[in-house]
């Protein structure tokens, strides 16, 4: 078996690849909660990547999950999963570039956080700001279609000693 030629999307995943240091927003509604945290990336071959997400969410709760995002040239588009020690639904995620280029949209369904039996659409934005800075967005779509963040994230690259 061959083993396939990256493509330019495959290319752009690998920016992604490095330790980052995050700072981040939940939003709860009346208030929001600030997260701290440390992102870990890294290649799977040519074609994957895999993010390691650790981070403290409020006073004191511990957040860790794990992405992969990779490209499937046979559908035309981004494919990935996530999961996390704060739930039981494995994330499948399905999207693409935006039209300026920094930034992949995915697509997901899970469950309302306080209502397990209903599920939500989700919109959640990876854009690269430059190369040492990127920023993570996650939005549910209501009821009425409109789009409401429920988390930002910035990440920027750990600099070597």
């Not at 690849?17 to 990336?41: D, F, Y």
Request: glycine share 12%; proline share 2%; aromatic share 10%.
């Amino acid at each position: 078996m061959q083993k396939p030629e990256a493509g330019p999307e495959h290319l752009w995943l690998q920016k992604f690849v490095g330790e980052w240091l995050t700072q981040g927003e939940v939003n709860c509604g009346e208030s929001c909660m600030a997260t701290s945290g440390t992102e870990s990336t890294r290649a799977l071959g040519d074609f994957w990547i895999i993010t390691e997400i650790r981070s403290a969410v409020g006073e004191g709760a511990e957040f860790h999950g794990i992405m992969q995002l990779g490209y499937d040239e046979a559908n035309g588009g981004f494919v990935g999963s996530f999961i996390d020690n704060m739930g039981t639904h494995m994330w499948k995620y399905a999207g693409e570039r935006n039209a300026g280029g920094n930034a992949v949209v995915l697509s997901s369904e899970g469950p309302f956080p306080d209502d397990r039996s209903r599920m939500m659409q989700v919109r959640e934005t990876l854009e690269m700001l430059d190369e040492n800075t990127r920023r993570f967005t996650s939005e549910v779509q209501g009821e009425d279609g409109n789009w409401t963040v429920l988390f930002t994230s910035t990440a920027r690259r750990k600099q070597e000693a």
